[in-house]
T-cell receptor, first 112, second 114 residues
């Protein structure tokens, strides 16, 4: 079946630290991969996506590369800010399907 | 422009009652999705609509759950004979097309079953 496993939280970092949130997936074929973010008091919103192997998605200083050989889509940011505090969800959309399959979410807190 | 809207934002009901949750997608979006977010189960897919048809209902947890979409726009998720385990945040999303494209999420309806 299709599943997503992401790094357990919560994760607490200081401002300007380097961030990695690990995400691995199980899927048949070629899924599309996503990172969604949920800021405090707000709805889920797309952060970045990649639709084929070796694609790199990027937005707001965040990056993730679709690695088919390791079935991974790790989220990275070189220097985090307090405003990056949120819950981050890795997700996949199976090839030929429309739904999103989500990981369990990682709560990130950035301290000034 | 307007995003996805959902109503009510909060709903408290008694066990055994029926509830209806409403979703207004972004105008022009043909695909509509329902998800459920709960502490124990995380974010789970419930059902997908393309137009007024639901080609994927695989996530509905029991026959107490049903959904419809009319006019290719508004959707209603109905839960009959609610149980305490139905307590969750119900999220609606819509997209221009389907398959690997961005889904835009609404703010959710928080359902509490007493």
């Amino acid at each position: 079946g299709n599943s997503v496993t992401q790094m357990e939280g919560p994760v607490t970092l200081s401002e300007e630290a380097f961030l990695t949130i690990n995400c691995t997936y199980t899927a048949t074929g070629y899924p599309s991969l996503f990172w969604y973010v949920q800021y405090p008091g707000e709805g889920l919103q797309l952060l970045l996506k990649a639709t084929k192997a070796d694609d790199k998605g990027s937005n707001k200083g965040f990056e993730a590369t679709y690695r088919k050989e390791t079935t991974s889509f790790h989220l990275e940011k070189g220097s985090v800010q307090v405003s990056d505090s949120a819950v981050y969800f890795c997700a996949l959309s199976p090839q030929g399907a429309q739904k999103l399959v989500f990981g369990q979410g990682t709560r990130l807190t950035i301290n000034p | 422009g307007a995003g996805v809207s959902q109503s009510p934002s909060n709903k408290v009901t008694e066990k055994g009652k029926d509830v209806e949750l409403r979703c207004d997608p972004i105008s022009g979006h043909t695909a509509l999705y329902w998800y459920r977010q709960s502490l124990g189960q995380g974010l789970e897919f419930l059902i997908y609509f393309q137009g007024n048809s639901a080609p994927d209902k695989s996530g509905l947890p029991s026959d107490r759950f049903s959904a419809e979409r009319t006019g290719g726009s508004v959707s209603t998720l109905t839960i009959q004979r609610t149980q305490q385990e139905d307590s969750a945040v119900y999220l609606c999303a819509s997209s221009l097309a389907s398959g690997g494209v961005e889904q835009f999420f609404g703010p959710g309806t928080r359902l509490t079953v007493l």
